[in-house]
């Protein structure tokens, strides 16, 4: 089935599309972005946007390793890919709830079914909406997810609704992550972030890398991040190959309501931008407000399979990796760590995904500040513009979900 149709002088364009063994997706294209949401896992495997040059540029990684069959457990190769299916089917905007325990039904590792999809009379925009349930024993839950296309907006808005089914309390980690890589993510472009106290981690016992930041180091200013060598380095800038990865958290300052996360690339004049409720937004309660953000810079630098071909060959993929949410961090910042969905209760997770090419190259040099304007988010340098239409207080998606959630159950 195709639904095509016109709003707004955009064309709007929604499809089921299918892609490697029973594996199968949707399409959906508002004429600034095109999205393609893939059943297995809900991962967003494509956001492209068209680049000043004239063609269509996808922000998202889909790594050399990504596996095309029925899942990791079933291919002869499970082995290879440590049989995790994050990483058989890594890349793109992906989910994490309630956790990462592969052992656990899991958003990630799981087949969503896509219940409906057409367009909203109201907001003229394309809609998606699929659901999966958990009856796993201490782990039981629905969740419901709602993807958004408007008319006008370079943006994937996106609303996924979770319920604790179960008798007893949900312990989870929730987090929303987009994998960029080339052609967008190449030397030469700049990470821009909400206010935030940053602190770097070492690498963990399963993963072969180098640092180029020094462990557990706290700064507050990305252009000025304490290096292994003891000098300071320009973490927002994205050099050439280090052969190194770093990863970092960073606690949203106090009073910042709105979340974000900008990744430029000046010779493309494109930005990609992720935006959400933080802890301080007004929001409902009923929204997840995110008290971290983090970053993953691997610039070649994952020396460990599938990452390379083999345990500490040469890593094989380059990528920028940035997300939020609610995860414990072990009290290693001064926000709660510990998050609890009770018996009944509901949680919305809610974000949007901008990608869009600018006109002005000037602002390919940077802005100062990012201000929020009606109906949309405006990065300033002095008397240069970069605006992205967005509806970030994401009235519009939640208005909806709450319409389609009420009669898939009615």
């Not at 809609?127 to 408007?150: C, F, I, P, T």
């Not at 990012?370 to 519009?396: H, I, N, Q, W």
């Amino acid at each position: 089935m195709v639904t095509s149709l016109m709003a707004g002088g955009n064309d709007l364009d929604i499809r089921r599309i299918p892609l490697w063994e029973s594996r199968n997706a949707t399409y959906m294209s508002n004429n600034l972005v095109r999205a393609i949401v893939e059943d297995q896992g809900e991962v967003a495997i494509e956001l492209s946007a068209r680049s000043i040059q004239g063609g269509y540029v996808n922000a998202l990684s889909l790594p050399y390793f990504r596996g095309r069959g029925i899942g990791v457990l079933s291919d002869q190769n499970a082995d290879w890919w440590k049989s995790k299916q994050s990483f058989y089917q890594a890349g793109g905007i992906y989910m994490t709830f309630p956790g990462k325990n592969e052992d656990d039904i899991l958003f990630s590792n799981t087949y969503w079914m896509v219940r409906r999809y057409g367009s909203d009379g109201e907001s003229g925009g394309l809609w998606r909406l699929s659901e999966m349930k958990s009856r796993q024993e201490h782990n039981r839950y629905w969740a419901g997810k709602v993807d958004l296309l408007l008319p006008g907006h370079p943006v994937l808005y996106t609303l996924a609704r979770v319920t604790n089914t179960g008798e007893e309390d949900l312990v989870y980690n929730a987090e929303v992550h987009s994998m960029l890589c080339p052609p967008f993510i190449e030397s030469g472009c700049f990470v821009n972030t909400v206010p935030a106290s940053f602190t770097s981690f070492a690498p963990n016992f399963r993963e072969v890398a180098f640092n180029r930041l020094r462990s557990s180091a706290r700064f507050s200013d990305l252009r000025h991040a304490p290096s292994v060598s003891g000098s300071s380095i320009d973490a927002s800038y994205i050099p050439g190959p280090t052969g190194s990865y770093d990863y970092l958290v960073g606690e949203i300052a106090a009073g910042e309501d709105l979340g974000w996360i900008s990744v430029i690339n000046p010779r493309l004049q494109m930005i990609y931008l992720s935006f959400f409720p933080t802890m301080y937004s007004r929001i409902d309660e009923s929204v997840m407000k995110s008290p971290t953000i983090d970053l993953a810079f691997n610039l070649l630098g994952r020396m460990d399979s599938p990452w390379a071909l083999y345990e500490g060959g040469t890593s094989q993929v380059f990528s920028l990796t940035t997300g939020f949410g609610r995860i414990d961090h072990h009290d290693t910042f001064s926000t709660p760590g510990r998050f609890v969905l009770k018996p009944g209760e509901s949680m919305d997770i809610v974000s949007g995904q901008a990608f869009t090419s600018y006109d002005n190259p000037r602002m390919s040099n940077g802005f100062y500040t990012m201000e929020k304007e009606e109906g949309a988010l405006v990065f300033k340098r002095t008397k240069s513009y970069l605006v992205v239409p967005c509806d970030y207080g994401f009235t519009t998606v939640r208005t909806l979900s709450q319409r389609l959630f009420q009669n898939s159950q009615s």
